[in-house]
């Protein structure tokens, strides 16, 4: 299927590795012009020429971090005019909330709520004068189903699930959506961050720990950053311009609810 966003200009943040980095290749396969934003140079580098030998696709690279207002007016330097943005950012450190004080809660909500509202006041008016516009919010499946020692995370990801719930309603008109990817266990570094928490806690070895929790999985295993590029991919499509405000989680079967 062809996705209809050839030449579109992306805006993909934290991008040098990880589901960032497989969106930012899914949407160079499609033709579309990348901006990759992350803090480690050597990394964003290394991926964006990677991106570049295997699609051709335009690549500027932006090394900041997003989280920060000095790194948000570099990245909106670099692309001022996204027709597509995916927002993104690494998740605060898995605990336990009594260890938490307010300078915590401040960094998971600047990073995984207010970062994004912010990128995305900077560029949904743009996306509703050229009449087209794909805001993705990779935010995490524990927004649906929580995971204790990631409070933090839960907590900063559930608010921007409101704030976006709002508004999709009110840019779908324009051919402007705002949808957000819940990713469940994928093989990424995080996983293993949290396996190595939860390893310190039990007792267990980090691979016992990663085996565990691979049988809870009903696909039988973890997801590939493929995947979840992919699905992001296809929200970000001319074909999706139906879809909005939604909440679509990629966990292999874990959430048991219907709804």
């Known amino acids: 299927m062809d996705l209809g966003i050839a030449g579109r200009q992306a805006l993909v943040c934290a991008s040098s590795k990880g589901i960032g980095l497989?969106?930012?290749?899914?949407?160079?396969?499609?033709?579309?012009?990348?901006?990759?934003?992350?803090?480690?140079?050597?990394?964003?580098?290394?991926?964006?020429?990677?991106?570049?030998?295997?699609?051709?696709?335009?690549?500027?690279?932006?090394?900041?971090?997003?989280?920060?207002?000095?790194?948000?007016?570099?990245?909106?330097?670099?692309?001022?005019t996204p027709d597509i943005l995916v927002t993104n950012a690494g998740g605060p450190k898995p605990g336990d909330f009594r260890d938490w004080e307010r300078s915590h809660w401040i960094a998971a909500l600047d990073a995984n709520m207010?970062?994004?509202?912010?990128?995305?006041?900077?560029?949904?008016?743009?996306?509703?004068?050229?009449?087209?516009?794909?805001?993705?919010?990779?935010?995490?499946?524990?927004?649906?189903?929580?995971?204790?020692?990631?409070?933090?995370?839960?907590?900063?990801?559930?608010?921007?699930?409101?704030?976006?719930?709002?508004?999709?309603?009110?840019?779908?008109?324009?051919?402007?959506?705002?949808n957000n990817l819940l990713p469940g266990p994928f093989e990424t570094d995080r996983l293993r961050e949290t396996a190595g928490q939860w390893a310190l806690q039990s007792g267990k070895s980090e691979e016992l720990v990663l085996n565990e929790r691979r049988a809870t999985v009903p696909a039988g295993r973890f997801g590939t950053p493929a995947e979840f590029g992919d699905a992001c991919a296809y929200l970000c499509s001319a074909q999706a311009g139906f879809i909005t405000g939604q909440n679509l989680l990629l966990d292999g079967g874990i959430y048991p609810g219907t709804f």
């Open 22 to 80: 497989a969106c930012a290749l899914s949407l160079a396969r499609e033709g579309a012009a990348l901006t990759m934003v992350a803090r480690g140079k050597d990394a964003l580098e290394q991926s964006a020429e990677a991106i570049y030998r295997g699609t051709g696709a335009s690549v500027t690279t932006v090394a900041a971090d997003i989280t920060t207002p000095e790194g948000r007016a570099a990245a909106l330097s670099a692309c001022p």
């Open 114 to 178: 207010l970062t994004p509202i912010a990128l995305i006041k900077a560029t949904v008016d743009g996306m509703i004068a050229r009449r087209f516009g794909r805001i993705i919010n990779i935010t995490s499946g524990t927004v649906k189903a929580p995971i204790d020692i990631l409070g933090l995370s839960n907590g900063a990801r559930s608010g921007l699930t409101g704030f976006v719930a709002g508004l999709a309603r009110k840019t779908v008109a324009h051919n402007v959506t705002i």
